[in-house]
């Protein structure tokens, strides 16, 4: 009994990662993808994103300074990624109050009344979205037509999407060239395949998420699709139209990873990626709306929970179930 095993309280091993940190990864990562966006939709760009930003530090700043009456956590950048996605989410040509709106809706309902960085049971950037889709859904699908170093905001021209392409007449899509590039109308964060692989590329690298999410959702995405469109290909289109249109990247990416509102286990992860990516093609090609992953994803956030529940790794020293 001289040499005993003595189990102190975690952390055991600092990994050096932290809130800050990771945050500010998730930004640098969004980079590529804001410069694309900026260079197709100019004034626009820089509008929406900074406003978005400057609403939901704001808000962040002033709920925790007036009503919770503690010490603000705006530096650990929590709130400017909520901003950055948010505006991703959004028209380059989005009146400045409905951005605003949004905001509050993603920072103040869908973050800060549940307490705060994480323990907000949904994505909060995607609440935003998803409100003001519901609420202005005239503003919400004025897509501007990308016009390199245009510089225009309000008085943008406007076209449709490739998922409302989809929608009306599938065989008028963009080339594959166009759509890797940004070169179509949408969001700001449909801006690129490119440069949201680029990103993904340094989350991986940095660690920062798996690529277990991103990879089970594009995987059912691609196989689901693909059945229908090799059913009828006169009515489908390719899946590789869905993987690089919309926002399906974006959120598969930088929204389902969310490390607060996903599976903590790998099995978990994958159960929880194909879910949204079979909702996603639901919504996509037999649903009103075009795009399906913004819906798809809060859908699945609800599901959490229950998955970590059920979808859970062998206690240490425990038994396997007969």
């Given at each position: 009994?001289?040499?005993?095993?003595?189990?102190?309280?975690?952390?055991?091993?600092?990994?050096?990662?932290s809130i800050r940190k990771n945050m500010y990864t998730v930004l640098v990562a969004l980079l590529p993808a804001f410069l694309v966006s900026v260079y197709f939709f100019g004034a626009g760009a820089l509008i929406v994103t900074a406003t978005s930003v400057a609403s939901c530090v704001l808000c962040e700043y002033l709920i925790q300074r007036f009503l919770f009456r503690k010490k603000t956590t705006i530096s650990d950048g929590s709130a400017i990624l909520t901003g950055v996605l948010l505006a991703f989410c959004l028209p380059s040509n989005l009146p400045f109050w409905i951005i605003i709106i949004g905001s509050v809706v993603s920072i103040g309902v869908a973050k800060m009344s549940f307490g705060g960085l994480g323990n907000n049971p949904f994505n909060p950037a995607l609440v935003g979205r998803v409100f003001l889709l519901i609420s202005f859904p005239v503003q919400m699908t004025l897509w501007?037509?990308?016009?390199a170093w245009n510089m225009a905001y309000l008085d943008a021209e406007t076209a449709a999407t490739p998922l409302a392409i989809l929608k009306g007449h599938p065989a008028n899509f963009p080339e594959i060239l166009d759509m890797l590039l940004g070169n179509m109308g949408g969001s700001l964060g449909e801006a690129s395949a490119i440069a949201l692989a680029i990103g993904l590329a340094i989350l991986l690298i940095r660690k920062v998420i798996t690529w277990h999410i991103p990879a089970s959702i594009l995987f059912t995405v691609f196989i689901f699709t693909d059945i229908l469109h090799l059913a009828d290909p006169e009515t489908f289109v390719s899946p590789w139209m869905h993987l690089f249109t919309g926002g399906l990247l974006l959120g598969a990416f930088f929204m389902a990873t969310d490390y607060v509102t996903s599976p903590m286990t790998v099995p978990g992860m994958w159960i929880?990626?194909?879910?949204?990516?079979i909702l996603t093609v639901l919504i996509r090609v037999f649903g009103s709306y075009p795009e399906g992953i913004s819906f798809a994803i809060l859908i699945m956030n609800a599901f959490t929970p229950l998955i970590n529940?059920?979808?859970?790794?062998?206690?240490?020293?425990?038994k396997k179930k007969q």
């Open positions: 009994m001289e040499k005993q095993f003595i189990i102190s309280q975690s952390p055991h091993i600092h990994s050096g990662d501007p037509r990308p016009m929880y990626g194909a879910g949204i990516g529940m059920y979808v859970k790794p062998k206690r240490y020293g425990g």
